[in-house]
């Protein structure tokens, strides 16, 4: 059975920092892209971050500069550090896991509520 279960949301106020766990079981976790979305009330559920299989990369430009994706395999864990943060990244996040092979299942966490507010 495969489980994301995401930690370290919280309030926090504008300016400061995060950090935020997705523990991956039940998958070989080298396996697959690691990505963190979230969704604001109303709002789509957006990426905020991915890192690939091979490590690379890539964030939305709205938190570029402000947050870092990474990856242990041999935690199985994805983190994402949010430094700087905006009242505007309110929302809940969630983890996601894609195989790096097209046609496999893609899997989701529960989400951890972020509010950034003073």
């Known amino acids: 059975q495969v489980q994301l279960a995401e930690s370290g949301g919280g309030l926090v106020q504008p300016g400061g920092s995060l950090t935020l766990s997705c523990a991956a079981s039940?998958?070989?976790?080298?396996?697959?892209?690691m990505g963190w979305y979230r969704q604001a009330p109303g709002k789509q559920r957006e990426l905020v971050a991915v890192v690939t299989t091979g490590g690379d990369t890539n964030y939305a430009d709205s938190v570029k500069g402000r947050f870092t994706i990474s990856r242990d395999n041999a935690k199985n864990t994805v983190y994402l550090q949010m430094n700087s943060l905006k009242p505007e990244d309110t929302a809940v996040y969630y983890c996601?896991?894609?195989?790096?092979?097209?046609?496999?299942?893609?899997?989701w966490g529960q989400g951890t509520q972020v509010t950034v507010s003073s």
């Open positions: 996601n896991a894609d195989h790096w092979r097209p046609g496999f299942n893609d899997y």
């Open positions: 039940g998958v070989t976790f080298r396996l697959y892209n």
